[in-house]
């Protein structure tokens, strides 16, 4: 991999990530509101069963893609530091390089094609 190529992933993976804590925040920010505006609600206590229902699956929806997020900021972060330490791009299974075009589809991709596909 050459330079010219790493400052390409590492610009993109910035981007992703800028996206990634962008999203995250205002998932956090409306899950407050929301929760806020449930302890103040008119309602109260007094909700019924078909809003509790809504509530828990959009907290639920809402928790799995916080998940989804986190775990993908992890993967944007590790691949940042590893491009800092020079192994990025380098498969953490086999120590093979990985494809330009399998890193251009996905940036943050910690194994190769072959050893990804083998965990599959
Ligand atoms: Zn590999």
Sequence with gaps: MNN??????KDRLAIEKNRLEKELRLISKDSLEKSQSEMSGEHGYEDNAADMATTTF???????????IKDMLNK???????????????????????SI???????YAENCLRCQSKKT
């Design 4 to 9: 010219k190529h790493l400052k390409e992933f």
């Design 58 to 68: 959009e907290r639920e929806r809402d928790e799995s893609l916080v998940w989804n």
């Design 101 to 107: 075009e399998r890193l251009e589809a996905i940036p």
């Design 76 to 98: 944007i972060n590790d691949s940042l530091s590893r491009i800092k330490e020079g192994t990025y791009g380098i498969c953490s299974d086999c120590s093979q390089e990985i």
